[in-house]
């Protein structure tokens, strides 16, 4: 009797101390009586869906990404929702993602938008921008800034739903077989560069290519591209592009938080009960901020390993090359802007969002940077 009493006092302390009361309890039950109950996976429809990337297999971070972003999904659901994952190649090439989703030859795709930029120039906006949002601001315009209504908003005529699943972080400048000492050096460059960022580099006469993923070592390593951005030193390494070209560039102005997307096809989303549509939303989530812990890990052991291992030069591009391709980003992207109005919506949002981050991110961001720089350089 005594150990019951001492039992039911543990959990009204409980309930006392998380702010929970027993009519609360109650009340939420009810709630849960009243409403659709949740279909139980031994009687509910099995779902056996195909997921299409355009990462080669066992592409580190990214492809094993998708691979993980199926399997949480997969268990989320009890195994109602499976998936299948296709590396590139292996059902369609891995720019043919987007038109597969649309016409409902895969349910889901893992990509990046800015490959469809030939169908959808302004599925820019939802990848990277040059000189734009990091990847915690990305994630706080696409969820919290209206971002992500405006990605649906955009898709809707191609039968997709977007959902950002993953971010690479800021990127390094790339790989390049000549030094870039002034930007008329980038004149003549054939380089390989995805994106808003490859209109940029045209208009300083660089001869920009697209490439997959899966391709860029052996053009680099061939003379078919005289330089390439990619991602950071975790996959740079693993793709091992030091042995292809002798300079590495710091910052990486034309993807400073590089986001990836699941698209799924709208009409077998909306199907789907309302249960797996939430799991599909919250494992996208998990999953963007997987993968940027992920790089932020691996970044910086493969830095080292670069640099003190294989002998890479590190090069810093020149500051006036810095501001004037600055310039030139923010034309680019005000040209993009007046494309359609659903273009010039995207623009105004996402430029209003960067403009408000500014002061919280100096202030904050940058501001502790500094104050744990000071306290290093004291060590």
Not at 30 to 55: D, F, G, H
Not at 231 to 243: H, Q, R, T, V, W
Not at 244 to 259: N, Q
Not at 266 to 293: G, N, T
Request: glycine share 8%.
């Amino acid at each position: 009797m005594k150990e019951a009493r001492n039992s039911r006092i543990s959990r009204r302390k409980f309930l006392s101390l998380s702010g929970i009361t027993a009519g609360t309890v109650l009340a939420f039950l009810s709630s849960c009586r009243k409403k659709e109950s949740l279909p139980s996976p031994k009687s509910s429809k099995i779902y056996r869906w195909k997921m299409v990337t355009t990462w080669p297999k066992n592409f580190p971070v990214l492809g094993t990404g998708a691979e993980k972003l199926a399997r949480n999904i997969e268990a989320m659901s009890g195994g109602r929702l499976q998936i299948k994952v296709y590396a590139a190649g292996e059902l369609l090439p891995p720019f043919e993602c987007f038109d597969a989703v649309s016409r409902g030859a895969a349910e889901m795709s893992h990509g990046a938008s800015y490959y469809w930029k030939g169908k959808v120039p302004e599925a820019q906006f939802f990848s990277s921008v040059p000189f734009g949002l990091k990847s915690g601001e990305m994630g706080a315009w696409l969820h919290h800034g209206g971002g992500l209504d405006l990605w649906d908003k955009l898709y809707a005529d191609f039968s997709v739903k977007p959902f950002a699943c993953g971010n690479t972080g800021v990127q390094m400048g790339g790989w390049f077989n000549r030094e870039i000492r002034q930007l008329s050096d980038f004149k003549g460059l054939k380089i390989r560069m995805p994106g808003l960022a490859g209109e940029v580099l045209r208009q300083c006469g660089a001869t920009v290519v697209s490439l997959p993923g899966g391709e860029i070592f052996q053009a680099l390593q061939s003379g078919a591209i005289d330089a390439t951005d990619w991602i950071g030193p975790s996959n740079d390494l693993a793709f091992g592009f030091y042995k292809a070209a002798k300079y590495y560039y710091w910052p990486g102005w034309h993807e400073p938080g590089t986001a990836l997307e699941l698209n799924v096809n709208r009409d077998k989303y909306e199907k789907l009960p309302k249960d797996l549509q939430i799991i599909i939303q919250h494992a996208c989530k998990a999953a963007y901020e997987d993968m940027v812990s992920e790089f932020t890990a691996r970044n910086s052991t493969a830095l080292v390993t670069l640099i003190q291992k294989n002998k890479i030069q590190l090069k810093k591009f020149p500051d006036e090359a810095l501001r004037t391709l600055g310039k030139l980003s923010r034309k680019v992207v005000e040209k993009l802007s007046q494309k359609s109005p659903i273009s010039s919506e995207i623009y105004k949002s996402y430029t209003d969002f960067r403009k408000s981050i500014l002061e919280w991110d100096r202030i904050g961001e940058k501001g502790f940077s500094l104050a744990r720089m000071i306290l290093d350089k004291q060590r």
